[in-house]
């Protein structure tokens, strides 16, 4: 501890007696002790300078404190004895001052980490609040369009489509999608009442679209609810209320399918197409029952004429092996070898296979005078038409990649394929005679064709 035999004694320290405080030649350092404030003193160092300082004791032990410097504007006698009368009174209490001013800076470190934290999330979810309804499109898409097929996409883009743009084939301009009118729009601001104005204007035009639309909606809002950045915009159990719901007309199922006694005028219709690989893929969706996407990505490794049997891309099981049947074997094998795939495109493409035989097919059910049918009721006509054999569904089920709606048939049906082979050829073979063609035998042998560009 210091000596104060030199400048012990305490006066009453004022701003004139503090002005008249020097170092003496000599010395380190003076000091003039405040007798109104215990522990409060004013320092005069040998440079010159003044320092409001404070001592105690402390436990047996002297504490000593710079308060700050007397010349600062932050530094006054009234501020130096209250900043001394709080050190002593924690003195007085036996606490360390440092360790109070350590923990007073550390509360004070986390407040305004806190508050910067707290301004950093106000920032981020005003930025989040203000999304753009297309920005969160765009990254649904992105997650998910790699486990979607090739519809399923096209449904999605069909509903964000813009209007105004050209055909891709003939003239005009698309029209806006069912859901255009949300693309610009921030999804916090998506509600109920919203939605509500937009199926009245859009059911009363297009029922069926817009149902589709509102289920596409309904699924990308659920996935947006899941997604830490856009969770709470738009809460599905809040923008699709009852009221809503009620509004979405109900789907019905297609129930459109080839008869039995139109099978005649179909096939000679379809065998009369100029395109040989749009004629062979839609008689293969009849007989075979595929989807038109595995139909149209099926390749030419695939298909196995000497054990005669096709691996098909199946969404549901990833490949799934059925029967290459007589007549079937017949056509694929007539067919050009262009590419790696079956059916190949004969014009420009940007896949080199068939992009779609929709406008092909319609025009021969007119030429035919047969009633509007799509490529996937061909699927459908298939599991119809096979009931006709009284084949097991399972049968049906499996040809055609359904996924097993029974205990039994997930767990307890192994057919092989030489079991698949034989009703599949029996309702091949019954098609066939419905329509006036005879079946090639099972057994006749194929030359393949060579593969070029004819």
Known sequence: MMAKAKNAAKVNLTPGRIDALICPDGEDSAYLWDSKQPGLAVRARSSGNKYYFFQRRLEGVIFKQTIGLVASEQWDLGRARTEAGKLSRLIDLGIDPREQIKEEAKAKAQAKAAAKQMAEAAERESTRSSTIFSTAWESYLKANWQYWGERHRKNHLWAMQAPGLPYKRGDGVTIAGPLFILHNKPLASLTSKQLEKLLVNEVAKRPTAMAQAYRILRAFLIWC?????????????????????????????????????????????????????????LQFLLLAGARSTEAKTLHWKDVDFTWRTINIGDKVEGVRTIPLTPYLAQTLNALPRRNEWVFSSARLSTTGHINEANHALTRAMQLAGLPHIAPHDLRRSFGTLAEWMDCPLGVVAQIQGHAPSALAEKHYRVRSIDFLRMWHTKIEGWILEQAGITQPSEYQKLGLREVGQK
């Open 225 to 281: 609810e899941e997604q830490p950045r856009f969770k709470g915009l738009a809460s599905p159990t809040e923008v699709l209320t009852r009221s809503v719901k009620r509004m979405v007309p109900a789907s019905k199922a297609r129930k459109v399918s080839l008869q039995k006694e139109q099978l005649a005028l179909w096939f000679e219709a379809i065998n009369k197409i100029d395109d040989p690989s749009q004629a062979a893929y």
